[in-house]
């Protein structure tokens, strides 16, 4: 008798993820944009890496907000104080305008209300730091064409189900956002191959994030 | 406010081992303490332990604040063969969350209590007698004012850190109120910058239940023996709100206590396993605890509110320059998250250094005590009190040399030859 086969599987062609800047890229460009000895919250701080940096170097008081009890608990181990949060549900216990800056680093698009969590950072701080994958890159685009086949990104390779991921947009569509949200894009810092490229052309196309300065109106 | 819902503490080889409760006595004629109700009172004996070793800059002491009816013995045995080791000997010893290798650990029998420190039972040294009810009234701000003596008279001029639950947090909150300089760190659990109404109305039961029991005699029934039947209740009851719904089921369920089936007998009072348990509590209670110390501390605990004697939580904490760790639990309803983040707003609208979480534990308001807990309790508090404890070096690596007021004071304490 014939042992059940496994059946073929059909090799799906390699699927193009956009790269994540690397976490030291976008440490890097973030310092970059936060004057020192400022007040600063990093939303998603994980274990506090970007703040330690912030604290020791740049003479900053920090504040990191995390869900996840075994990253507040790498952050306590670096000093970092940190409050546990869930950013879905806003940040109630932060008073108005108690930060120069508040982060967040490629989480937007995984929280429920994106809009709600910019809103809250300019309301706790007077600039909001945020990076956010561009699914407006060629690749993705040519994927989308070629294959039919929705974006992923690299350091977040979840099928389309099963994916933190829960928003998909461009260099486009976040500049809509931000307008509709009444706030000013100081800055749009496209990421290219890893790199911060200031004047970048064809940014949208080009760019697997990008870093914006948001401020109140 | 030890429960002792789990199962008792074994000793797993990482034990402070023997320890023995010392005494002081503080507050002597004419420098007594002044209470928050006017009252003079002293001299005051207070009952205390101390484990591990006070380091040369004497810049490692934690000062642990008991719970309601707990007391100095937090860690160790007191024999060889003592059973029973102290309420907090899960966190407290060589590489647990107080490490001992590490830290030099007070734990002191708060004032109005009945394990040693002075309270409505001890002898009123003007009568000769018993203080009974004639005991002034006492807040937790007078129990904070008695802590820090202690660690004057210890030659401690500034602490690493106070930690405590309960009514231990609102201790460490109020010491970081009244005490600023004192603390470097504040570490509180399951608590909250005020009594709630629910605390407050459950408190009002177990008075009741003392005040009505007719072996109260207005407090001085030391000659005829306790209000069992009354400080019993007040027990009984205030126990089911340290613990939580899924714990009672979880360890009782609706098993019966002594039988496969129900009795259909309106007099049997202990059918079921968790009626035991709560008689037995309640007895035990009775045999150790003081049911005037009971109605002086519960009323201490009512009456603390800091937004009330400091003006809001933000004026009554921005005078320190401590860092907060505040931990809730998702269980506790007696103390609930709520009351933990209302804290931690005041703090950070303060701008304090505070750092928070709400743990997910079953045990309800006694999560801070359950030894199975206790691991990831320290995998918190450890790293917390080790970057303190850098950050209070780094500061101040030579007492001598900063030329800070504080640190000299610290240099003649410690008679540092110059």
């Known amino acids: ?12 062609p390699a699927r193009y993820c956009i790269p994540d800047p690397s976490v030291a890229v976008t440490d890097t460009v973030i310092r970059a944009h936060i004057e020192p000895g400022s007040r600063v919250i990093d ?19 920090v504040l990191g907000a995390e869900l996840d009890e075994e990253l507040i608990v790498g952050a306590i181990a670096r000093g970092v104080p940190v409050i546990q949060s869930d950013l879905d549900h806003g940040l109630p216990d932060l008073p108005d305008g108690s930060f120069d800056f508040a982060v967040l680093s490629q989480t937007l698009q995984q929280l429920r209300r994106p809009q709600d969590v910019l809103r809250e950072m300019l309301r706790v701080a007077r600039r909001a730091l945020v990076v956010v994958p561009n699914f407006g890159h060629w690749r993705v685009r040519l994927q989308l064409v070629t294959q039919g ?24 569509d976040f500049r809509e956002l931000a307008e509709k949200l009444r706030c000013r894009i100081v800055r749009e810092l ?24 948001l401020e109140r109106h | 406010m030890a429960s002792e819902f789990a199962e008792p503490h074994c000793s797993d080889g990482r034990s402070v081992g023997l320890v023995e409760t010392q005494s002081a006595t503080l507050f002597e004629p004419p420098d007594v303490l002044v209470t928050e109700g006017r009252k003079p009172l002293g001299p005051i004996t207070v009952a205390y332990e101390t484990y591990g070793e006070l380091s040369p800059g004497r810049d490692n002491a934690i000062f642990v ?18 059973r029973k080791p102290g309420w907090w000997d899960a966190f407290i010893g060589p590489g647990k969350g107080l490490d001992t290798d590490r830290y030099f650990v007070i734990c002191a029998n708060i004032l109005g209590g009945c394990q040693g420190t002075t309270g409505p039972s001890s002898i009123d040294p003007a009568t000769g007698r018993r203080f009974c009810t004639t005991f002034p009234f006492i807040t937790v701000g007078d129990i904070v004012a008695v802590h820090s003596k202690l660690v004057e008279h210890l030659g401690i001029d500034r602490l690493l850190a106070a930690i405590g639950g309960s009514l231990g947090g609102m201790q460490v909150l109020e010491w970081a109120a009244r005490f600023p300089k004192q603390l470097g760190a504040a570490v509180v659990l399951a608590s909250a910058a005020k009594l709630s109404a629910q605390g407050i109305a459950f408190n009002a039961v177990g008075k009741r239940a003392i005040l ?45 206590q002594n039988s496969e089936r129900l009795a259909y007998e309106l007099l049997q009072e202990t059918e079921f396993q968790i009626e035991s348990y709560l008689h037995h509590q309640g007895k035990r209670f009775v045999e150790r605890f003081d049911a005037n110390s009971y109605l002086y501390l519960t009323r201490a605990m009512d009456y603390f509110n800091l937004a009330e004697s400091y003006g809001s939580i933000e004026s009554a904490l921005s005078r320190t320059d401590a860092r907060f760790l505040v931990v809730s639990y998702t269980t506790d309803w007696l103390f609930p998250t709520s009351q933990s983040k209302e804290l931690v707003r005041a703090l950070l609208a303060t701008r304090r250094d505070v750092t928070f979480l709400e743990l997910d534990s079953p045990y309800g308001h006694d999560s801070f005590l ?17 970057r303190t404890q850098d950050a209070v070096r780094r500061r101040a690596p030579v007492p001598v040399a900063a030329g800070v007021p504080e640190a000299a004071e610290v240099a003649a304490g410690a008679a540092a030859v110059m």
């Open chain 1, 1 to 12: 008798m014939k042992k059940s086969v496994e059946p073929k599987r059909k090799r799906t």
């Open chain 1, 43 to 61: 939303l998603g701080c994980a274990d506090g890496r970007l703040l330690e940096l912030l604290r020791d170097e740049h003479g900053c008081d």
């Open chain 1, 149 to 172: 086949r929705a974006p992923v990104t690299s350091t977040l390779p979840y099928e389309w189900y099963d994916t933190p991921n829960l928003h998909v947009m461009s260099m486009h």
């Open chain 1, 190 to 213: 496209p990421i290219i191959k890893g790199r911060a490229v200031d004047r970048a052309w064809a940014a949208n196309l080009r760019a697997e994030s990008v870093l914006y300065v």
């Open chain 2, 65 to 82: 604040c008991h719970a309601l009816t707990g007391d100095a013995h937090a860690a160790g045995v007191r024999s060889a063969d003592d």
């Open chain 2, 212 to 256: 009505s029991d007719p072996g109260f005699k207005n407090g001085e029934f030391y000659d005829d023996g306790p209000p069992r039947f009354g400080l019993a209740l007040a027990r009984m009851l205030a126990h089911i709100t340290y613990l939580s719904e899924a714990s009672i089921e979880r360890k009782f369920g609706r098993r019966l």
């Open chain 2, 370 to 386: 359950i030894p199975a807990d206790m691991d990831r309790l320290a995998s918190i508090v450890g790293p917390f009190l080790e």
